[in-house]
């Protein structure tokens, strides 16, 4: 069965003292409250990462995760930030694919493929996100899209290392826009993803992989989007900056 996640996108957002505030709200809430079968992702900004990640040692539920990691094993990349470090860290979690990379750092198939094979090979797991315009839906491609997103990246992985991922589907037009897709919409597109999956890399894998969904996600709608057959969490961005928001998300997946 595949594990339940629900991972926080801080995003660039906080400085220091908010983002140490922001844990310790959020794990001061666990004390009380907490499902360990549940994965917690704390997906920070790098300057923070050892300072959360420090504050949550203790509890097994909670790991912390990059939100981004170099194409590159290493060399003479300023301002580049490696999966190496990242390992060097302690860090289990990286982001790779979201559509902010893809639009605004104008991320390729080939520079995500890349990533994901440094961050596996740094026994890094990959969150790999993929999703669609509004106007891929639109012109009713936005299955096509997804799933081509994939196909030219983590499908071509081993089945060992594909076995290694994470998937995140994040309706582009959904993202910080206080836009839900539909639980019907939801439910197909996370199905179809899962049914690919299993076309190419088999029935065992396909019902390993956890699935997460992503795009305005609250703790009024989390339940029922979480409750669909092949939904296994969420990848949580605005929300996730509230700790008491935050947790009723965290809590409403069973």
């Known amino acids: ?56 040692k203790g509890n097994e539920s909670v790991k912390i995760g990059a939100q981004n990691c170099s194409s590159f094993q290493k060399g003479a990349y300023t301002g580049e930030v490696s999966a190496s470090m990242l390992k060097s860290l302690s860090i289990e979690y990286v982001i790779i694919g979201h559509s902010e990379r893809r639009e605004l750092f104008y991320e390729d198939k080939n520079t995500l493929f890349d990533k994901v094979n440094l961050a596996i090979a740094n026994n890094i797991t990959p969150i790999f996100c993929c999703g669609e315009s509004l106007k891929e839906r639109k012109v009713n491609n936005h299955l096509n899209h997804v799933l081509s997103q994939l196909k ?89 900056l509230d700790s008491g928001d935050f947790f009723d998300i965290v809590n409403s997946i069973s």
Request: proline share 4%.
């Open 152 to 240: 030219e990246t983590v499908f071509n992985l081993t089945k060992n290392d594909f076995s290694k991922i994470v998937i995140a589907y994040e309706p582009i037009w959904a993202i910080g826009s206080g836009k839900t897709a539909s639980n019907k919409d939801i439910q197909e597109m996370h199905r179809a993803i899962r049914e690919s999956i299993k076309a190419h890399f088999g029935y065992g894998i396909a019902n390993k992989i956890s699935i997460l969904y992503g795009g305005s996600v609250k703790p009024i709608n989390a339940k029922e989007i979480f409750d669909l057959e092949d939904v296994n969490g969420g990848l949580i961005g605005g929300a996730s």
């Open 1 to 56: 069965m595949p594990q339940n996640i629900i991972a926080a996108n801080w995003k660039m957002n906080n400085d220091e003292y908010a983002s140490k505030t922001l844990a310790y709200d959020f794990l001061k809430l666990l004390d009380k409250r907490n499902n360990p079968e549940v994965l917690k992702l704390l997906c920070v900004p790098f300057p923070f990462l050892s300072q959360i990640e420090n504050m949550c």
